[in-house]
């Protein structure tokens, strides 16, 4: 059976990459953590987009890859990458008024967002009852390992719990653009580059708005975990997501990042001796069995 790129389900070497991916994202999370101390969030965001800018743009000009090209892509690829920057702005930002268990769970229903942006803006490319239910079991590993969150008793908390739920809306929106849009039939490297270039500055003005800044020379364990950032998740990482998100069906692709935090909870255990909980294995069983009722052929 032939399939169109907005439905098609993802073969084993599809699955395989995008669980590598999950896994680097998920270590990412600890990059982060590492050199946080030195490097503020939005300036670490900030430097990693204008890096890896330069890593893609090189990449693209040595493999002959055409950037400038009239395609009719500007006005999608500037939106996309303001998604991207406001992302992380809220995430960063309600980090500040919010605990990062609930910033997880409630980044984590961007799956949600893409299925039902997919409905409206993707034709072909929608979920049945069953993978809607896989959907939900996988949401629910994640609640499992990181907890349901009580009621918001401070009003800032409740506005942190919002931004990242923001965030979790501009992630899906950025995908849908990306898929419904003349993004979807140009190269990655360029999808790329729109975002990485338009959120530079922006988050720059962000980290600039919310008074970040570097107070020493960061440690070269900082500077390591930001060039694994800006070289591996941003520049080749990231790619290779745009890459999978043009072949593939968007909603069976997003599902599959319920598998970052827990890939994040196992880094933090492995790097930083942060502790697992026994119901982090249970959590890892829902997430499995989710993905696997997300993904099974009719």
Known sequence: MLYSPQSRPLDALAIAVTIALCLTWGFNQVAIKLAIDDIPPLIQAAGRSAAAALCVAAYARLRGIPLFKHDGTLVAGIAAGVLFAIEFLLVYRGLVWTTATRTVLFLYTAPFFVVIGSRLFIPGDHFYPSQWTGLLISFVGIVIAFGLPTPAADPHQMLGDLMALGGAAAWGATTIVIKASRLSRVSAEKTALYQLVVSA????????????????????????????QAVWVVSVSFVIWFALVLRYSANRLSAFTFLTPLFGVAAGHLVLNEPLTPAFALAVAFVAVGLVLVNRAR
């Open 201 to 228: 500055p922006l988050l720059a003005l962000g980290a600039f708005a919310l008074g970040e800044h570097i107070d020493k020379m960061p440690s070269a364990l900082a500077i390591g975990a930001f060039v694994y």
